[in-house]
């Protein structure tokens, strides 16, 4: 069964940065388009930032100048870059294929607030 887990959630303020980590058991990073997703209460879960297996990549608008999303099928893991945080970005962060395919994890919360 594939597992993908979130890690590097954290409080940081307006400003500030993180970087996110998927680790994923088995090869489904290297053979599948991935994503990461956020969600806010009162707010349908909404795709971030998806890398595909040539390297492309799509952001969301309001995060493309600030975001990164990056692969290392070295370590089966998907990276998100979080620069010059915005207490907007406040949110559960997901990993997923960028069709949403396999199961979503508990994800790993992201606070900026001063």
């Known amino acids: 069964q594939v597992r993908l887990v979130e890690s590097g959630g954290g409080l940081v303020q307006p400003g500030g940065s993180l970087r996110l980590s998927c680790a994923g058991s088995?090869?489904?990073?290297?053979?599948?388009?991935m994503g990461w997703y956020r969600q806010v209460p009162g707010k349908e879960r909404e795709l971030v930032a998806s890398i595909d297996t040539s390297g492309r990549t799509n952001y969301l608008d309001s995060v493309k100048d600030r975001f990164t999303i990056s692969r290392d099928n070295a370590k089966n893991t998907v990276y998100l870059q979080l620069n010059k945080l915005k207490p907007e970005d406040t949110a559960v962060y997901y990993c997923?294929?960028?069709?949403?395919?396999?199961?979503w994890g508990q994800g790993t919360q992201v606070t900026v607030s001063s």
């Open positions: 997923n294929t960028a069709s949403a395919s396999t199961y």
């Open positions: 088995g090869i489904i990073v290297r053979i599948y388009a």
